[in-house]
């Protein structure tokens, strides 16, 4: 992983897997940046897939964009929502593919947040074995998160993201100027991912989170530029060091445990992903405390962060044996044994299990 800094103070952070290494832009202006888009693979047809929410936005500047590299552009715009992340509406990406007589060579673009760009990516590892992509992730989670270390899917009605593939895009362009018309609630949702880079690798960089609250929470380019970039150089070692979730990746999931339980119990949409893990963070917390690997003044700290970026940090009263039972179904858990990633110091992240009744403890302790 490396990181340098173009004449245009564009960010680039690598992600280095060997042949399928690629390069993750950051900075404002990328969508109509001519060097955004130079040096991707070439074919008679590019096909953007994007979402009836952010194709009025974006599509046609990207368009505009692709048009003289490209022979033909074409454009498919799909039903919002974590709802159509399934396989009828992977479907129609295969339909319009087929429909154009789209080759092997066929670059497919997401353009959007993280439901477009797990099924898009999905749809390119499987249409004819397999077609390029790229990311234009236009949502903070999607900048910072999903759209870096190619974990694709759909959802199935038995289970959220339990239909995919590990398929690395070609490139991710993060332009920071699209974040200005997402809305308040998704923007902090994206923040969310960002402070767990803070606990499970790089105590520093949950002080800066700290320092820039306000930075943050005002969408300041200057800040968003660093907060993007340091997260994408994070997720970008832990990908590159195990790319399929062998052992470290799992750290990832800080808060997920706890957060999947929350969305699942709720009902998926009711919260947030990003609301979910950030409740889920602080019960990860807790339990790290009750464990006496950390203190409570982390688990103080780390409300006060969450709460600073207009989070929720009660979580819901599912009661403690409606979260268990949720939480066994997790895709970390091992023989019904549910595994969570929980901190040993600050910077570093350790996946273990605890007893169910401190568990039920700490669920009690954070959910109204
Ligand atoms: P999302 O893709 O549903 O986007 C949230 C909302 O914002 C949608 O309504 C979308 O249309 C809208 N939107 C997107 N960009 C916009 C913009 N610039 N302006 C205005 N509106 C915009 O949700 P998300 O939070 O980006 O992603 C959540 C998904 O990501 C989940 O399905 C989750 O499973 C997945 N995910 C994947 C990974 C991974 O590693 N692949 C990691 C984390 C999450
Ligand atoms: N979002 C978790 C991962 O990419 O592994």
Redesign the pocket.
């Known amino acids: 992983m490396q990181t340098s800094t173009s004449s245009r103070s564009k960010q680039l952070v690598h992600l280095d897997l060997g042949e399928r290494s690629y390069d993750i832009h950051i900075g404002t202006g990328l969508l109509d940046a001519a060097d955004s888009w130079d040096g991707l693979p070439r074919s008679a047809t590019a096909l953007i897939v994007t979402?009836t929410?952010?194709g009025p936005?974006?599509a046609q500047r990207v368009a505009r964009q692709l048009a003289p590299r490209y022979g033909r552009v074409l454009v498919i715009e799909l039903p919002?929502?974590?709802a159509y992340?399934d396989a009828a509406t992977l479907n129609l990406i295969y339909d319009r593919l087929l429909a154009e007589a789209c080759d092997r060579k066929t670059v497919l673009f997401a353009l959007?947040?993280?439901?477009?760009?797990?099924m898009t990516?999905f749809a390119a590892s499987c249409y004819m074995r397999g077609v390029p992509f790229v990311q234009i992730a236009?949502?903070l989670?999607?900048q910072v998160?999903?759209s870096?270390?190619g974990?694709?899917?759909i959802?199935h009605p038995l289970g959220?993201?339990m239909i995919g593939a590990f398929y690395q895009p070609q490139r991710v362009i993060c332009d920071l100027e699209?974040?200005d018309?997402?809305?308040p609630r998704?923007y902090a949702?994206?923040l969310a991912?960002i402070i767990k880079y803070g606990p499970i690798f790089d105590a520093e960089f949950m002080t800066w989170m700290e320092e820039h609250q306000t930075a943050l929470n005002a969408r300041d380019k200057t800040a968003l530029a660093y907060a993007v970039q340091r997260s994408c150089e994070i997720k970008a070692a832990v990908v590159g060091a195990d790319e399929r979730e062998g052992g470290l990746r799992a750290i990832l999931n800080f808060g997920h445990t706890f957060g999947h339980a929350i969305e699942a119990g709720m009902g998926y949409g009711a919260w947030?992903?990003?609301e979910a893990v950030g409740v889920g963070m602080l019960m990860a917390a807790e339990l790290s405390a009750r464990l006496g690997w950390m203190d409570q003044a982390f688990v103080s700290r780390l409300r006060h962060l969450i709460e600073s970026m207009g989070l929720p940090v009660v979580g819901p009263d599912l009661g403690p044996a409606r979260y268990l039972e949720l939480m066994r179904v997790d895709k970390k858990a091992e023989a019904g044994e549910i595994r969570f990633v929980l901190i040993d110091q600050l910077g570093h992240a350790k996946v273990a299990a605890a007893p169910d009744d401190m568990v039920a403890e700490v669920i009690r302790a954070h959910s109204a």
């Open positions: 979402n929410t952010v936005l974006y919002d929502g974590e992340k959007g947040g993280g439901v477009i760009g797990d990516g236009t949502t989670l999607a998160d999903s870096v270390g974990k694709t899917a959802n959220k993201n699209t974040l018309t997402l809305a998704e949702a994206g991912e947030l992903h990003g």
